[in-house]
């Protein structure tokens, strides 16, 4: 699948286990772990099937395990290189705070229980849910149930206790600007003592990003994965463009993976436009120096076109999971891994 200036998608696997968008795909003992979403365009009753991709054999497997919780709009992390912690998402009757689990040496799912003095959101759908530690996370985005939705965004810190199952959450003191279907980019300040912090992209008309947290020098202690090489080819991507400090406007259910001091976003739904909008457009935040740049890679492609789908980082590679392609309906089986050319 051919790309524009410099990059393009190559297929690595196709399966029809795999042909489902707004599902969660994540990173857990050196497979890909997909929870439930919507098999197709406009389905009301989210999946609750498990599937599992194997990067290194390119396999596709089901999880046998019952129980799995029926979620779309979801956020799913690991913890303790054990579990799988889902949180939130839509159940295809309400939004949900709740934290579900898979226990992947047990091969068990389990409903965790909220502990003491828990603070949770009235229900959460198409949020971010970020790891801040292996038991704390950060979560934002719009709350509400079915009939009310707040007019502004909310952040939460999430705190997991494996050991006794439980969760607790507890509400920040700052709130964004309303937004639904954004990304979340924990990324480093500039500076010889660099922090972190938590940028909001998209989910919004504003071109605007936003800090969710900010953290000063040594207190995140997330180790993110290494992928010299293809930070290597983002910089010279991004050295054959002209930056700019605009971000893209109107744009939700896209992807964000954080490559070094790189933000990659891909696909999405654009909200400046009433047909075809469907994106197949590559963004890279680029946080080398100050002010922070926007670089957008545009692409003529058709058959590229996703919204709702995953990227995930692996062993120095980009890979594109599901989504919903260009008709807006039909959801893509592949697997996908970014090739850059430049």
């Known amino acids: 699948m051919a790309g524009a200036r410099g990059w393009t998608w190559r297929s690595v696997a196709q399966d029809e286990l795999l042909a489902r968008a707004f599902h969660s795909c994540t990173e857990l003992r050196e497979h890909f772990y997909l929870v439930g979403g919507l098999l197709e365009g406009g389905a009301r009753e989210p999946?609750?099937?498990?599937?599992?991709?194997?990067?290194?054999?390119?396999?596709?497997?089901?999880?046998?395990t019952p129980g799995g919780p029926g979620r779309s709009h979801h956020e799913a992390v690991p913890v303790g290189g054990r579990w799988l912690c889902v949180v939130g998402g839509w159940d295809g009757a309400r939004r949900l705070a709740t934290v579900v689990a898979l226990d992947t040496e047990r091969g068990v799912w389990e409903a965790w229980a909220a502990a003491p003095g828990n603070c949770p959101p009235a229900g959460l759908?198409?949020?971010?849910?970020?790891?801040?530690?292996?038991?704390?996370?950060?979560?934002?985005?719009?709350e509400g149930g079915t009939r009310t939705q707040r007019h502004y965004g909310s952040v939460y810190t999430l705190r997991l206790d494996p050991g006794a199952r439980t969760y607790s959450y507890k509400e920040e003191g700052c709130h964004t600007v309303s937004r639904s279907g954004h990304c979340a980019a924990l990324l480093q300040t500039p500076g010889p003592h660099p922090g972190h912090q938590l940028l909001l992209f998209g989910g919004c008309n504003s071109a605007e990003s936003e800090v969710a947290g900010h953290w000063s020098h040594g207190k995140i202690k997330e180790e993110t994965p290494v992928a010299p090489h293809l930070m290597e080819q983002l910089s010279r991507l991004v050295s054959s463009g002209q930056g700019s400090q605009q971000g893209p406007r109107g744009l939700r259910h896209h992807s964000c993976s954080v490559v070094g001091p790189f933000a990659v976003l891909f696909g999405g739904e654009t909200l400046t436009r009433a047909r075809d909008s469907v994106c197949?457009?590559?963004?890279?935040?680029?946080?080398?120096r100050s002010p922070s740049l926007w670089y957008h890679f545009p692409c003529a492609d058709r058959h590229l076109k996703r919204m709702g789908h995953r990227t995930c980082l692996w062993n120095d590679q980009l890979y594109l999971v599901g989504g919903i392609g260009e008709d807006g309906r039909t959801a893509c089986p592949q697997v996908c891994t970014l090739d850059l050319f430049i």
């Open 47 to 64: 999946s609750s099937d498990t599937v599992v991709f194997d990067p290194a054999g390119g396999q596709v497997v089901r999880v046998g």
């Open 125 to 142: 759908s198409s949020h971010t849910c970020t790891r801040l530690s292996d038991r704390e996370l950060r979560v934002a985005g719009r």
């Open 280 to 288: 197949n457009d590559l963004y890279i935040y680029d946080t080398r």
